[in-house]
T-cell receptor, first 112, second 117 residues
């Protein structure tokens, strides 16, 4: 069983839609959670970071963590064509020296 | 934009060739990583380094080797490339904890797309 599971998609939505991206994990030792965005032919870049259960909002993006269910989500409101990218969840444990475990990534396409 | 560079961006070579993928960062980060990325698959950590003269194998078995002689440079070498090595290779770095910024934010290079025929 993979430590982190993420639906690889692809996911196609119309512009303005609300997008929900999700990851589940099995290792209860994970203490911090990240969402990276990767545009085509580019490396991933950090989009959201959180280390506690609950919601964290940044503009149109909301990261949600439910540690009791081992479930994290990224919501994108009013999605734009520029949001078209692959979104990767990642998580880590402070005792693992900085190693991150990544999900498979979800490919998102926002159609104008 | 992160100051981490990878060369070449694209490489097509024949089986049996020796290749070196270059990765350099100008941020003075201590930790550096190499990942392998295939479509629909998670990033697999193949090597990492916590500083000069420190290298470790990652979770994914790899026939590649790395070196860390200088802080800014973390090259990956394949002694004899095979078609199974065809993949996207991503290099990343992160600063030492306590130096500011988000804990363990990894800054990625643009990747090298390797095709072995």
């Amino acid at each position: 069983q993979k430590e982190v599971e993420q639906d690889p998609g692809p996911l196609s939505v119309p512009e303005g839609a609300i997008v929900s991206l999700n990851c589940t994990y099995s290792n209860s030792a994970f203490q911090y959670f990240m969402w990276y965005r990767q545009y085509s032919r580019k490396g991933p870049e950090l989009l959201m970071y959180t280390y506690s259960s609950g919601n964290k909002e940044d503009g149109r993006f909301t990261a949600q963590v439910d540690k009791s269910s081992k479930y994290i989500s990224l919501f994108i409101r009013d999605s734009q064509p520029s949001d078209s990218a692959t979104y990767l969840c990642a998580m880590g444990d402070y005792n693992q020296g900085g190693k991150l475990i990544f999900g498979q990534g979800t490919e998102l396409s926002v159609k104008p | 934009e992160a100051d981490i560079y990878q060369t070449p961006r694209y490489l097509v070579i024949g089986t049996g060739k020796k290749i070196t993928l270059e990765c350099s960062q100008t941020m003075g980060h201590d930790k550096m990583y190499w990942y392998q990325q295939d479509p629909g698959m998670e990033l697999h950590l193949i090597h990492y380094s916590y500083g000069v003269n420190s290298t470790e194998k990652g979770d994914l078995s790899s026939e590649s080797t790395v070196s860390r002689i200088r802080t800014e440079h973390f090259p990956l070498t394949l002694e004899s490339a095979r078609p199974s090595h065809t993949s996207q290779y991503l290099c990343a770095s992160t600063p030492r904890a306590g130096t500011g910024g988000i804990y363990n934010e990894q800054f990625f290079g643009p990747g090298t797309r390797l095709t072995v025929l």
